[in-house]
């Protein structure tokens, strides 16, 4: 069986051509939604990450395209709940750097206890989280590194109750970073403690000998070096 192709003519033409622009018209309208839809979805997903710029500049896209109203208002619902939201958060960025700079600033003067006051002052404002408790055990180290380092002077002097003092203020918190000195300083401590007059006179006069053969200054029972 033969198939008879549609004949255009002269009569059927235009009829042809309107049907054809119809269906352009409502393919590109129906491709202008889903893009529009599409559109509204990223504008969403921008209030969400605090990129509102980015959602209002698609916002304004929309609405000079006519876009379905729908659409427009989901937008403008994420963008105005988001704005206070994000503006909080941006407030508390702020916050965060410029106590961060203050606390670096501190240690970096062996100034523990104003970093740690800044710290305080951030976390009874914005609350505490995992940055901010790392923040505190880094101060709280640096405080027991100041802390061993006050009683090792201690021991070269030979003060034993300075020395337990600031040994057991480092030893609180229990940093494991500062585990071995802290052993090894207990270990002369405790040497010290135990050791007999006889035996403390003849350790000093060695030291003071072996000073002197240097060329050192000997006072108060110690190496001028």
């Known amino acids: 069986m033969s198939k008879q192709g549609i004949r255009i003519t002269r009569e059927n033409a235009k009829p042809l051509a309107a049907l054809v622009i119809i269906y352009m018209f409502l393919s590109h309208g129906q491709d202008n939604r889903e893009r529009q839809k ?117 021991l070269n002097r030979e003060d034993l109750v300075c020395a337990e003092q600031h040994l057991s203020g480092a030893e609180r918190d229990k940093h494991p970073e500062l585990k071995l000195r802290i052993i090894n300083l207990r270990h002369q401590l405790q040497e010290l403690v135990l050791e007999t007059p006889s035996a403390y006179a003849a350790r000093i006069n060695k030291e003071m000998k072996e000073c002197l053969a240097r060329g050192a200054a000997w006072s108060n029972k110690r190496c001028l070096n």
């Open 38 to 154: 599409e559109e509204a979805k990223a504008a969403i997903d921008h209030c969400q990450k605090c990129q509102l710029q980015d959602a209002k500049n698609i916002l304004e896209k929309l609405e000079s395209e006519k876009a379905n109203f729908g659409q427009i208002q989901k937008v403008k619902n994420a963008i105005d709940q988001a704005t206070p939201v994000c503006e909080k958060k941006q407030q508390k960025a702020n916050a965060w750097r410029e106590t961060k700079a203050a606390i670096d600033s501190a240690l970096k003067q062996d100034l523990a206890a104003k970093a740690s006051s800044a710290l305080t002052t951030y976390t009874e404002r914005w609350g505490s989280d995992s940055t901010t408790y790392e923040q505190k055990v880094a101060i709280e180290l640096h405080q027991a590194q100041a802390l061993v380092d006050i009683a090792e002077t201690c």
